[in-house]
């Protein structure tokens, strides 16, 4: 088993492979030069070359939409594709006039896209958000089939829930970049439930 997470030294990182510990998966040479065979194909090496350029170029210096959009560019990407959250909504306004601005065609697909209700799920009134309401599901198979008929070049999340995301991801032909995510108790933010993991939502997170 991998334990890449437990690991303090990260020798592969600085290239020290000959100390790297037996689970390692550096020791994995054959599959490894399976994964380098994949980098080598066209699409594959235009996105982990640009996707490095980016990371260099705005190292510290750049906010994550602008490294976006400069990745956008690097691979030409003209059409891109905005999958968002209702509660989001102004924020996904910003980001395609922004996105529009710097030249680039927007389409946005909102979540509730279809208005299927959530008894098609079989939710039961209790279980809904809002009991007594009509609620209807997120619909993140329909966000990617939408872009997939607009032939979006990139498709970027904008906070949509755990799970609709993976769906959205699993449908989506484009490939596909997140520039939030959901996470409403922390303000979007779901780093902070790790930095407080110790103290405010230690009895939360923390079964020992």
Do not use: W
Not at 93 to 113: D, H, M, P, T, Y
């Amino acid at each position: 088993m991998y334990t890449c997470a437990a690991c303090n030294e990260h020798y592969c990182r600085r290239g020290e492979l000959e100390k790297t510990p037996s689970n390692c998966p550096c020791n994995e040479t054959e599959e490894v030069e399976k994964f380098k065979e994949l980098y080598l194909q066209e699409e594959n090496y235009k996105l982990s070359y640009n996707s490095a350029l980016v990371e260099a170029e705005g190292y510290c210096k750049k906010t994550r939409l602008e490294e976006i959009m400069d990745f956008a560019n690097k691979c030409d990407f003209k059409k891109l594709g905005i999958a968002f959250c209702v509660g989001l909504n102004q924020e996904a306004k910003k980001l395609a006039q922004i996105l529009k601005e710097n030249g680039f065609e927007v389409c946005s697909i909102i979540c509730k896209n279809g208005s299927i209700p959530k008894e098609f799920l079989n939710i039961k009134e209790h279980q809904k958000v809002r009991p007594g309401n009509f609620e209807a599901i997120c619909n993140p198979i329909g966000q990617a089939m939408f872009l997939n008929n607009e032939k979006t070049d990139l498709n970027i999340i904008l906070g949509l829930c755990v799970g609709h995301d993976s769906l959205f991801i699993k449908y989506s032909e484009a490939p596909v970049t997140v520039f939030a995510v959901k996470d409403r108790v922390l303000a979007h933010n779901p780093l902070g439930a790790l930095y407080l993991s110790d103290s405010y939502y230690k009895d939360k997170l923390h079964k020992k």
